[in-house]
């Protein structure tokens, strides 16, 4: 992603043919199973809304007509943190359809061996595919089918509830740090994110674990903070990490 991008380049457009007088579609990159968008936010704001379509509805529509995607489909983006100029920060509504913000730091010392070994030297082998498109559409309805007591339901809707309205649950140090909570969407995304993450250990049921696990990778893009928190220097990690303290595990 590049500030001169237009939607066209990503979404595709509709090209004229004065032969026959006719308008033909030509698709897109975002016709695809992945979509890497690498430091999305050098993109203009009006190139990172033509994802919004795609990424909720699954489909694009150019001109008069709407084309459903491939499935499964997925975007995976990076941003760049350091640079301010010639970046475009993401809108709320565009971020809320990630379903998980995950911070990449520094790899370790031992991880850093093994990327220096596995690239370092000769080209690394190609990668054998060990799972088809049929076979992840099979994992994932069989990880959304996972059981979940009412009761983690209601402990993930009443944690939700905190990041809206920290003084009404209990929380009041927290509700001036905090400008704008988690959405209904974080709520569906963190329910399916434990299932996802109660599948992954080999369980049949969402544990109360589960959800504490994914807390910070599903709400650190979705809660916005106050000037007062910037001031004082707290970060919405810390803000979710008290949540998930002080909420009693039912």
Known sequence: FTPDLLPSDIIGTQIYNPRSGEFTARMGPVFTHLLLADEINRAPAKVQSALLEAMEERQVTLGDETRRLPSPFMVMATQN?????????LPEAQLDRFLLKVVVGYPTRDEERVILERM??????????????????????????LFVDERLKEYILTMIGATRDAAGAGLKPLAPLIALGASPRATL?????????????????????DIRQVAADVLRHRIALTFEAEAEGVSVEKIIETIVQRVPVP
């Open 81 to 89: 943190p350091i640079e301010q100029e010639g970046t475009y920060p």
């Open 120 to 145: 370092g030297g000769e080209a690394p082998e190609m990668p054998t595919p060990v799972l088809d498109a049929d076979g992840l559409a099979r994992a994932k309805l069989a990880a959304q089918g």
């Open 189 to 209: 995304a963190w329910l399916r994110t434990a299932k996802a993450h109660a599948f992954l250990r080999g369980s049949g049921h969402v544990a109360p674990e």
